[in-house]
Nanobody, 114 residues
């Protein structure tokens, strides 16, 4: 059973930066396209960034130009560099594949103060 562990969240002022990490218990990064998701209070979980096995990336319009997704297959780790953070980025952030999800991890809380 694959386990996903997100880390790197925290409290930051608007305009600040954070780097999230996603570690997997199995070697899934070399065989799966992956994504970062977020869920704000009272809202549905949404996909904010994705990366294919070949390294092609896609971003939600709301984060385009501010967030950057990357992966290190050898380390079974994926990252989300978040710059120019806004209060509306406040959410719990999760990582997972793009289809046929693995069990969701605990996520990591990102809080952006104005």
């Amino acid at each position: 059973q694959v386990q996903l562990v997100e880390s790197g969240g925290g409290l930051v002022q608007a305009g600040g930066s954070l780097r999230l990490s996603c570690a997997a218990s199995g070697s899934i990064f070399s065989i799966k396209s992956m994504g970062w998701y977020r869920q704000a209070p009272g809202k549905q979980r949404e996909l904010v960034a994705s990366i294919t096995i070949d390294g092609n990336t896609v971003y939600a319009d709301s984060v385009k130009g501010r967030f950057a997704i990357s992966r290190d297959n050898a380390k079974n780790t994926m990252y989300l560099q978040m710059n120019s953070l806004k209060p509306e980025d406040t959410a719990v952030y999760y990582c997972n594949v793009l289809r046929y999800f693995f069990p969701w991890g605990q996520g990591t809380q990102v809080t952006v103060s104005s």
